[in-house]
């Protein structure tokens, strides 16, 4: 089993040279945060992922969660683990100011959540649900329940869940029959929801459940979903937790990996109804789950990166030990000296290193938003249009990156957890070395918070033809200004055509996109995975692209260290090598259409 350390170069290079972290918190008038304090931060958060996070996770993976007589049994050591987790403030660290956070910028926040997820993917799973629940309650809930509930949630003290799915209501959630009826000033919420994320343990002393269910009077379908807040422990009058309230998990999952992470069967309101409180407007539920979901949806594309960090450094240590080669005087050598060695692992770091990078990037998009909107309404007090417009540019772009950073960095997981046992070769598939936990635990990353196929969907639908492809066009119109860029730079040449041309790609495959989606009801659904896939290698090579840029010029200058700047260079032209044409083959395919996709009768399977 191999230490882990959280790659602060890789992701200092990302943020302060490439992506100017500072520049954007001086517009976000966070003028206290800065490369340093950033520096600081993930050197600490890597301190505690390291030493206390990762040698947790073989006991997550052995000794998994249980169920007794007092609910969810969490794995020995997680609650110690947990609970300096949020006594270091680590909780609260992007937290909304107004209810005790610390306001930190989300790309900082994208890094230092990488450091949880890679050194403990089921332990930190348990903050990832309660910072989306944080996230629906304050864009949606009334003042009353934000101050009730968020100042704890913010903390940590207590943690949230996301009881969307039921037997019959996976992807499709207007199959949802959970209900609420009112009573007072409450609701009284029944039903059985399944696969409910960390639904209950003893890590804190209240969890606060966001419940999909429907009101009485509800259209059929999604309009008729409501979102309840219902909370573990009912609050007192001096608001700490007091009567238990009627939400019981009553199983839990035997599953393939994240055994750490307890998959709950959660049973609302056997005992007459849990007391739950409306979020949002009636028969909204869903829009306000959505906020939920979407942060959500850019954390698993930050767990599948940190798994695959972890893979990829438990890889090179393996290949730099093992030998398995004779030289001519007998003397023997390892296997990272064989090309095939070096391809899988040169694949491992570089789809990485994109993966970090767009990461971040979408990140950032979320703090414009938030900054744009904040300085506009400061600016602007009479002209409230403006600030919302303003914000709207950074958030649409914010959205429309959240399908490629969930579907195309998940599925790039599952190839990277999959090379990191082939490193290992048999070492690989026994269970003792530790690789085949990153691969087994990588595998729900393209599954939970919507399939890979619904993030097409979401990506050519919602996200392409809802605006006629305007967001994809100026990213695109970005990505082909990078290319021209390069282009100037002699050692950059080579690489600034295939950007181009990949471009050029996205850009076919989107006008293919809208004018086929009309005229074929199967084009946008069986071109949308290897739609997003396509945009996915695309972003992934104007990252490295950018980040060839930022290193040619820091190699120049001579600052900097050179042969971190080198190995960056070097590490962007085998993106540029071997990811980068897969967006070619991802067009032939959107271009060869569905027709052999769907000319079977289903008898014929
Ligand atoms: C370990 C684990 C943890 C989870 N945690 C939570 C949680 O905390 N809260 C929660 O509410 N849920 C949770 N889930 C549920 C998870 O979100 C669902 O499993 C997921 O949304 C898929 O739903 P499903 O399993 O019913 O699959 P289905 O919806 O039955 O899908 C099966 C297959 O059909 C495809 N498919 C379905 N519909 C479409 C479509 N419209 N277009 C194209 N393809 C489609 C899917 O892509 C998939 O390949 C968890 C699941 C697991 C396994």
């Given amino acids: 089993m191999s230490d882990y350390r959280f790659p602060y170069k890789d992701a200092a290079f990302l943020m302060n040279d490439v992506l100017g972290f ?21 050197e600490e958060a890597g301190r505690l992922g390291s030493e206390v996070f990762a040698p947790l996770n073989e006991v997550g993976d052995h000794k998994g969660a249980t169920l007794g007589e007092n609910g969810v049994q969490e794995t020995p050591g997680f609650a110690d683990a947990y609970r300096q987790y949020v006594d270091n403030g680590w909780a609260s660290l992007s937290g909304d100011e107004q209810y005790g956070g610390q306001n930190m910028p989300r790309m900082l926040a994208a890094a230092v959540v990488e450091v ?8 930190s799973l348990c903050p990832l649900l309660t910072t989306g629940a944080v ?18 949630m913010v903390s940590g ?22 209900k609420a009826v009112p009573e007072g000033d409450h609701y009284l919420v029944s039903g059985q929801k399944i696969f409910i994320t960390w639904g209950d343990h003893q890590m804190t002393n209240n969890i606060i459940h966001l419940v999909l269910a429907r009101l009485p009077d509800a259209p059929a379908g999604v309009k008729g979903i409501s979102l309840f807040l219902v909370p573990k422990f009912l609050l007192d009058e001096n608001g700490q937790p007091g009567e238990r309230n009627d939400a019981y998990c009553v199983g839990i999952e035997h599953k393939l990996g994240i055994h750490g992470s307890p998959t709950c069967t959660m049973s609302f309101g056997d005992k007459g109804g849990a007391i739950g409180y409306l979020v949002g407007k009636p028969h909204n539920g869903l829009m306000a789950m959505f906020t939920m979901m979407n942060e959500a949806r850019q ?62 990037t979408a990140a950032a ?3 414009r938003a938030h900054a744009v909107g904040a300085a506009s309404r400061r600016d602007f007090p009479s002209d409230p249009a403006t600030s919302a417009e303003a914000a709207q540019k950074h958030a649409a772009r914010n959205a429309l990156y959240t399908p490629i950073v969930k579907g195309w960095i998940s599925e790039l997981s599952q190839e990277i957890t999959s090379y990191g046992i082939q490193v290992h070769g048999g070492m690989g598939f026994i ?24 993030q097409g969907l979401d990506l050519a639908g919602r996200k392409t033809l809802g605006d006629k492809g305007a967001a994809l066009k100026s990213l695109l119109e970005e990505i082909q200004a990078v290319a021209e860029e390069m282009a100037d730079v002699e050692s950059l040449a080579g690489m600034a055509a295939s950007l181009m041309e990949a471009v050029r790609a996205g850009e076919e495959a989107m006008v293919w996109l809208l004018s086929n989606a009309s005229q074929d009801r199967n084009a946008a659904g069986g071109a949308s995975v290897n739609f997003m896939m396509l945009l996915g290698y695309v972003c992934g090579g104007w990252i490295m692209g950018r980040s060839a840029l930022t290193a040619n010029n820091l190699s120049e200058s001579g600052d900097g260290d050179q042969a971190f700047l080198t190995a960056k260079q070097v590490t962007a032209r085998f993106y540029f090598d071997h990811l980068l044409p897969r967006a070619g083959s991802c067009l032939a395919t959107i271009k060869a259409g569905s027709e052999s996709m769907m000319a079977l009768d289903v008898e014929q399977f």
């Avoid at 003290?157 to 959970?178: F, I, K, R």
């Avoid at 635990?441 to 393209?446: G, P």
């Fill in 431 to 454: 269970e003792e070395t530790g690789a085949a936990q990153h691969y087994r635990d990588a595998r729900i990353l393209t599954i939970y918070e919507g399939t890979t196929g619904i």
């Fill in 365 to 367: 998009e979320a703090d």
């Fill in 299 to 360: 954390g698993v594309g930050i767990q599948s990166l940190g798994v695959s960090e972890r893979s990829y450094q438990q890889a090179v240590a393996y290949a730099k030990e093992r030998l398995q080669g004779t030289r001519s005087d007998g003397s023997r050598y390892p296997i990272i000296e064989f090309p095939d060695v070096r391809r899988m692992l040169m694949m491992m770091k570089s789809a990485t290193e994109a993966m970090r990078g767009l990461i971040y």
């Fill in 116 to 123: 949880w997820d890679s050194s403990n993917l089921g332990l």
């Fill in 22 to 42: 500072e520049q954007m918190c001086q517009d976000a008038g966070l003028e206290d945060v800065n490369a340093e304090l950033a520096t600081a931060i993930l």
């Fill in 135 to 152: 996230e629906a309650i304050a864009a949606h809930a009334s003042d009353e329940l934000k101050d009730t509930y968020l100042p704890n």
């Fill in 157 to 178: 003290e207590w943690t949230g869940s996301m009881c969307l799915t039921e037997p019959a209501a996976g992807s499709d959630l207007a199959a949802v029959t959970s």
